[in-house]
């Protein structure tokens, strides 16, 4: 049996297992994936290397640790697809937004170990951020094994599944707002003279070392950007037009948003 299959191999799927691989946990004859299409396959062997398959079936029958790395609105269809298949020595990954580790069990329609992950695009360079959250059957091993792979691709918070939907809001969706904010400043930049390149450098840098001083320095933010802000200087001058702007406030509603959207999926 492999040490782990992923069904679907897209985005998120192959920034994982790169991240297993890249750290030596696993090899690459211990994993399995499949694809739906034959260039996808044709992409994760080139790219992966791992055992690949177009059959679901193939990947449930073999996984110890089975991941569910499909679109949301393929989950039923994949899970009635393979359950029959399924065992209580297995554990089962669901990593959408909206399905319940209760969703997931009734649906398989058997007692097992199952677990939820909510990891975010920047796995794909080493430094994501995934939430998790067990059901009752997945044991202290069990857990410290999924959070052994997760850490492989960035950072691991385990966390109760009332807060899922947070986590997803301020970590899962939020780098599509910090591009965002990205893009604004790069965009600001040209818009003074700077070639565009050196623009998306300088502000990318400058959002990759402030968010390394909030994590290793322990501060408040708030501290943080009073370090930065001089009397009467520009950085206050431009957080004044920020909050005029009502950046704060956007940014709640956004991450509300986004959280109340992943409660009805």
């Not at 799927?13 to 044709?42: C, F, R, W, Y």
């Not at 969703?103 to 998790?132: F, H």
Request: glycine share 8%; net charge neutral.
């Amino acid at each position: 049996m492999m040490k782990a299959g992923f069904i679907g191999c897209g985005n998120m799927g192959t920034a994982m297992v790169s991240g297993i691989l890249k750290k030596g946990l696993l090899n690459k004859d211990e994993i399995i994936v499949s694809n739906l299409t034959e260039a996808g396959a044709a992409r994760s062997r080139e790219k992966l290397g791992v055992v690949v398959t177009m059959d679901n079936r193939e990947v449930a029958a073999k996984s110890r640790i089975l991941f569910l790395a499909v679109k949301p609105q393929f989950y039923e269809e994949v899970i009635k697809e393979i359950r029959d298949l399924l065992t209580e020595d297995q554990i089962l990954v669901g990593i959408a937004p909206g399905k319940t580790l209760q969703w997931l069990e009734e649906t398989c329609a058997r007692s097992m170990k199952i677990v939820r992950l909510m990891p975010n695009t920047p796995a794909q360079v080493g430094e994501g951020m995934t939430s998790v959250c067990i059901n009752e059957k997945v044991t202290e091993e069990d857990a410290r094994q999924i959070r052994e792979l997760t850490d492989s691709f960035g950072r691991t918070e385990f966390i109760p599944e009332r807060l899922m939907d947070a986590a997803g809001a301020v970590s899962g969706s939020s780098p599509a707002y910090v591009f965002m904010f990205i893009e604004a400043m790069a965009d600001a930049a040209v818009a003074q003279g700077m070639p565009r390149k050196q623009a998306y450098a300088f502000a990318a840098q400058a959002v990759l070392g402030s968010a390394k001083m909030v994590l290793e320095t322990g501060m408040h933010p708030g501290e943080l950007k009073d370090m930065v802000c001089s009397p009467a200087g520009t950085t206050i001058e431009g957080v004044r037009m920020l909050e005029k702007a009502g950046m704060r406030s956007a940014v709640f509603e956004a991450l509300t948003a986004c959280a109340e959207k992943g409660k009805r999926l």
